[in-house]
């Protein structure tokens, strides 16, 4: 069993992914490469194909449900990485399960964390040194993406 966002990608394919200009602004540290955003509200980017009746992420390279993988991972915006897995971290996701069901995917529940082991470590899937993190933040912050 492995991370089960690699076999999903239905909250990138189903979501508006927006977020503060500035995380698309090399001048100010922002690292989501500007010529796949394009503008939204007055202060707001948004990441291109999200923006439309049925979203789909131009960075996503994924066969929903079946593989996925984020051609900009580590450069992703920070929403994207607020967003957690159903129990990943314990409790359910409301944006995770909102889209898994859009895709007629079963919801994830504790026992799909089951492999989520010390000594079955994914070591550093997302290129920072939490372990077993999927590419994911423990959420800090409120739901930022809007349906
Ligand atoms: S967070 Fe949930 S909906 Fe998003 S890729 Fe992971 S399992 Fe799928
Ligand atoms: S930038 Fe990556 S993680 Fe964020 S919605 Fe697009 S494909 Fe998904």
Not at 91 to 116: I, N, V
Request: glycine residues 6%; aromatic residues 6%; contains cysteine.
């Amino acid at each position: 069993m492995s991370h089960p966002c690699l076999t999903c990608g239905a909250c990138c394919a189903h979501f508006r992914v927006s977020f503060h200009w500035s995380e698309a602004e090399p001048a100010l540290g922002g690292t989501v490469p500007p010529d796949l955003t394009e503008p939204l509200r007055r202060h707001e980017r948004v990441m291109k194909g999200t923006s439309q009746r049925a979203p789909r992420c131009i960075a996503l390279d994924a066969e929903i449900g079946v593989r996925s993988r984020c051609s900009i991972h580590p450069l992703r915006p920070s929403v994207c990485a607020a967003v957690p897995a159903s129990w990943e971290f314990g409790a359910p996701s409301q944006q995770c399960d909102k889209a898994r069901l859009a895709y007629g995917l079963p919801l994830l529940t504790p026992a799909d964390w089951s492999w989520d082991t010390p000594a079955n470590d994914d070591d550093n899937f997302d290129g920072s040194d939490n372990p077993n993190d999927g590419g994911h933040a423990p959420p800090a912050l409120p739901p930022p993406i809007a349906a």
